[in-house]
């Protein structure tokens, strides 16, 4: 597979312009049985940027991150937490639906590295114009996405963390052209909290307390916005 990065037009200075191109994406294989792209959403002036894995049914539906049953739980905690939500820029590493078919019904399948590898120029780009104060990592393929394969999410979670020097830093992620409409004036440092992806509150043997976890974690992101 050829990658995102072709697709990605060399003029395109907003947000509204890679969402657009992204629509055309056929980096990886994906493309071919989902219905759409699935890009991110929210203020091009968000403070934090939430990265998930990819979109899952309902998303690939509506066209739209994080509005089925694991974006209902999200969105919740986010409240609980004390983040203010118009603050927030919501994307995923993998912007296409993987799954597998069983009848009518289609599950959940977990990107591999490759559409993970495939996909992040996107996830680059959105970055790049972004420029976010914190980013919250969602689950193991967001990790795996932006930190490398070695990032335990379960030993480092819930603490504000410096970008890891072995990753590629949100302030670097310049190679991508910047317009300046894209431009984000002035942020010395991106931090990063990582957490457990919703969807695995939805299946953890005890949800409250799995739930109550997740709302702690992101009191620490509301702590570093505040
Ligand atoms: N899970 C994700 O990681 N992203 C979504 O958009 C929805 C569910
Ligand atoms: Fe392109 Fe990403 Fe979709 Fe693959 S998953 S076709 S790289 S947008």
């Known amino acids: 597979a050829p990658g995102a990065q072709e697709f990605i037009p060399p003029d395109a200075e907003t947000l509204a ?14 493309y071919q049985d989902a219905t759409q792209t699935v890009f991110g959403r929210g203020d091009e002036r968000a403070r934090v940027v939430f990265v998930g894995e990819q979109p899952g049914d309902v998303e690939d539906r509506q066209g739209l991150p994080f ?18 939500p118009t603050q927030l820029y919501i994307t995923n590493a993998v912007k296409h639906f993987r799954f597998e078919s069983r009848g009518q019904r289609r599950i959940h399948k977990t990107p591999d590295g490759t559409h993970i590898v495939a996909c992040r120029p996107w996830l680059v780009a959105e970055f790049a114009r972004l420029r976010p104060e914190v980013v919250v990592v969602l689950g193991a393929t967001a990790a795996k996405a932006l930190l490398g394969p070695s990032f335990r999410v379960t030993r480092s979670r819930g603490v504000l963390l410096p970008w890891p020097d072995s990753a590629q830093r949100p302030q670097d992620f310049a190679q991508v052209p910047v317009g300046p ?9 991106t931090r990063l909290v990582a957490t457990i992806h919703p969807s695995a509150v939805l299946r953890a043997d005890d949800r409250d307390s799995a739930y109550a976890g997740l709302v702690a974690d992101l009191r620490v992101v509301a702590g570093a916005l505040s």
């Open 181 to 189: 409409t894209g431009q984000r004036e002035s942020v010395a440092q």
């Open 67 to 84: 509005v089925g049953p694991a974006g209902h739980l999200l969105r919740r905690a986010v409240d609980e937490a004390g983040i203010d």
């Open 17 to 30: 312009d890679l969402r657009t191109a992204a629509g055309g994406c056929r980096g990886c294989e994906l």
